[in-house]
């Protein structure tokens, strides 16, 4: 079932094109991985599914992009609620400067989910567990985020994400800047939260997209080439374009 | 970018690969040879170089470990690796039948002969053919060709089944020569495994054009 759906979906910094006619949809609870040379879009069209180019005063979307049937470009939509719907995780992470626990606390307290401390605390708790860092922070809840690891801070920024109760997570490279044992910690972590959430991910390590992913979309100077099963693209892609970036012919 | 690390190394695996599937053609040729011609030096030959063809074996898979460790190929490089990966024993199975060949020619070639080795040579020329025809159509990457192959492999069948029912017949009649029929019969059985073992290079090639598996499907 269809999670997301895009059609005819064009986008324009100013005059220049980013994107042409993209349209696919995405499954509910599965994780797509986006992938591509740098500058194709993918990044513009990740950040599309959540209205975050909105903060770009040049940027110009045509085209339509539906979450569980409703067009989310329409002038109505409240986009602060979208945003805490499709949840985003980004590249660096960017904890708030404050304790471990106000980071996940932020977002629930300013969108009023909590009922009283106690559900605060479970929530921030939960939210900690499913992003698989709760074992290591519990002692130190009060204490800076920013003295985590870089693999900590980003799975707190996931726990920051999760805590509002989001339906989608976008990604975009969550794992790039951090070591090998920090990428498979987050890359577990996306394999174990598809069972609750839709996953849109964008990277561009090509064995991050074949481990984690259902599904993979190509993007090529702002088109989208080919979405696949992942196991399909990663062994018999159906357009030599794609065969030709996965196997490293460019970049 | 035109020139990939990989390219080099996919190349030289293909290298590799063609070099065992010539020296395993030559075994069977040789231990052929060495029965019809009743050259025991050349059946002892053919064992010796048995060990070469190992070694072929070996440095194949370590290299095609290797490639997947370190160049993680995808698509059709990696479709290509794990053909190579699975023709390699293939071929290594193919030369120890010819070994077995050899065998039973020095055993053979110290008896009378039994009877002209006729419609052995023929099966063993035809699975000879369907291994170098086999191994140009993985060069060539050609599916078709390969599909051709694998139904000449009936022939092979065929063939056997006349020399079984012939040499049965030899035995019944004259039970003095059961021996040399049984060895002749493994002899004929190992011909008729190696037009198997063709057949399986020739689903792989299809594999590695096409990223269809064929294997145990009645179509193909």
Do not use: W
């Not at chain 1, 009922?115 to 921030?124: H, M, P, Q, S, Y």
């Not at chain 2, 063809?53 to 290509?80: C, K, N, W, Y």
């Amino acid at each position: 079932m269809s999670k997301i759906s895009v059609s005819d979906l064009n986008f324009f910094y100013g005059k220049a094109q980013a994107l042409h006619d993209i349209s696919i949809d995405i499954l509910e609870r599965e994780v797509i991985a986006f992938i591509g040379p740098s500058g194709c879009g993918k990044s513009t069209f990740l950040r599309t599914l959540n209205r975050m180019n909105d903060t770009i005063p040049i940027a110009r979307v045509e085209g339509l992009v539906t979450i569980d049937g409703k067009n989310i470009y329409e002038p109505n939509t409240d986009v602060v609620s979208l945003r805490r719907k499709v949840g985003m995780v980004f590249q660096k992470s960017n904890p708030f400067p404050k304790s471990i626990f106000e980071n996940v606390a932020y977002g629930i307290r300013i969108n009023g989910i909590h009922k009283n401390k106690a559900d605060l605390n479970e929530r921030v708790e939960r939210a900690l567990h499913d992003s698989a860092l709760l074992e290591e922070v519990k002692d130190r809840m009060n204490t800076s985020a920013f003295g985590l690891s870089g693999g900590q801070q980003q799975r707190l920024c996931i726990a920051r994400a999760l805590a509002v109760q989001p339906e989608v997570i976008l990604m975009d490279e969550p794992a790039s800047a951090l070591d090998p044992s920090a990428t498979q910690k987050i890359e577990e972590l996306v394999v174990e939260l598809k069972k609750q959430y839709t996953i849109v991910i964008v990277t561009h390590n090509m064995q991050q997209a074949a481990r984690v992913s259902d599904r993979t979309a190509f993007f090529m100077l702002g088109k989208l080439v080919e979405v696949n099963p992942t196991q399909k693209m990663f062994t018999n892609p159906d357009e030599k374009l794609t065969e030709d970036y996965i196997t490293g012919r460019f970049g | 970018m035109d020139h990939r690390i990989i390219d080099q190394q996919l190349d030289l695996l293909r290298d590799k690969l063609l070099l065992l599937g010539g020296t395993t053609e030559a075994a069977l040729q040789r231990a052929m040879r060495s029965l019809t011609e009743r050259d025991s030096k050349l059946a002892k030959q053919v064992l010796d170089d048995d060990k070469i063809i190992d070694q072929m074996e070996l440095d194949i898979d370590r290299f095609s470990v290797e490639i997947l460790a370190l160049q993680q190929p995808a698509a059709h490089d990696l479709r290509f690796v794990i053909s190579v990966a699975k023709i390699t024993p293939i071929l290594e199975r193919i030369a120890d039948h010819a070994g077995s060949i050899a065998k039973a020619a020095l055993i053979l070639n110290d008896e009378p002969q039994l009877k002209k080795y006729v419609d052995l040579s023929m099966m063993a020329e035809n699975a000879a053919e369907m291994l170098r025809t086999a191994l140009d159509a993985f060069t060539a990457e050609d599916a078709t060709a390969s599909r051709r192959i694998i139904e000449q492999d009936k022939v092979i069948d065929k063939c056997y089944k006349r020399v079984f029912d012939e040499l049965i017949t030899i035995m019944i009649e004259n039970p003095s020569t059961t021996a040399s029929a049984a060895h002749l019969l493994f002899v004929a059985k190992h011909i008729e495994r190696i037009g198997d073992y063709v057949k399986d290079i020739c689903e792989l090639n299809v594999y590695l054009r096409e990223a269809a598996f064929i294997k145990h499907s009645k179509g193909k």
